[in-house]
């Protein structure tokens, strides 16, 4: 079984300030790893994802993470943030293969980007 | 469709009553996921399709909950004897098999 630890349920930041978002995950096998998005009123969108490969992750609207293997880490990162980034972020965790292929997500963290 | 389409979009039931909540998934994506949200938390897992059956339906609560996907494509999720506490956003997602989720806008359901 997988589990997600965000580690701040709240992130209030001045725009164009660096922003981070931490993610720590718990798994007895390898995972995959997801950023998810929730803006107001809207379905969860992706953000990016590490299968495999390079550990710095690069997505969508500016935001990379970095899979951290030794630390059980996938921190989600954005140089400078916009009014328009406030949103529900999500870390999530699934196993590449077997039944649990669903995605196990953290509570969430919400980010306010201030004028 | 273009994406994922849940309806209703809002549902409100006294308690005791028996609910439906559809999920029209993105055209030949052959993997249907439900999760449910509640009010300040991340979505959590309740069943999961491959094709015409449930590969995975560890997440349903209890025996009230049900869902079915009989041609492969649309699915309904099923609430009898509704209680308060199902009060959450229920979520569909659809993918091609180990494919990224793509999710609906939700269907929210409030037991009164």
């Known amino acids: 079984a997988q589990s997600v630890t965000q580690l701040d349920s709240q992130v209030p930041v001045f725009e164009e300030a660096p922003v981070e978002l931490r993610c720590n995950y718990s798994s007895s096998v390898s995972v995959y790893l997801f950023w998810y998005v929730q803006y107001p009123n809207q379905g969860l969108q992706l953000l990016l994802k590490?299968?495999?490969?390079?550990?710095l992750v690069k997505g969508i609207n500016g935001f990379e993470a970095e899979f951290n293997k030794s630390q059980t880490s996938f921190h989600l990162r954005k140089p400078s943030v916009h009014i328009s980034d406030t949103a529900e972020y999500f870390c999530a965790v699934s196993a590449p293969s077997g039944s649990a292929r669903q995605l196990t997500f953290g509570s969430g963290t919400q980010l306010t980007v201030l004028p | 469709g273009a994406g994922v389409s849940q309806t209703p979009s809002n549902k409100v039931t006294e308690k005791g009553k028996y609910v439906e909540l559809r999920c029209d998934p993105i055209s030949g994506h052959t993997a249907l996921y439900w999760y449910r949200q509640s009010l300040g938390q991340g979505p959590e897992f309740l069943i999961y399709f491959q094709g015409t059956g449930a590969a995975d339906d560890s997440g349903l609560p209890n025996d009230r909950f049900f869902a079915v996907r009989p041609e492969g494509s649309v699915s309904t999720l099923k609430i009898q004897r509704t209680e308060r506490g199902d009060s959450a956003v229920y979520l569909c997602a659809s993918s091609l098999e180990l494919g990224e989720l793509f999710f609906g806008e939700g269907s929210r359901l409030t037991v009164l």
């Open positions: 590490y299968l495999s490969g390079s550990t």
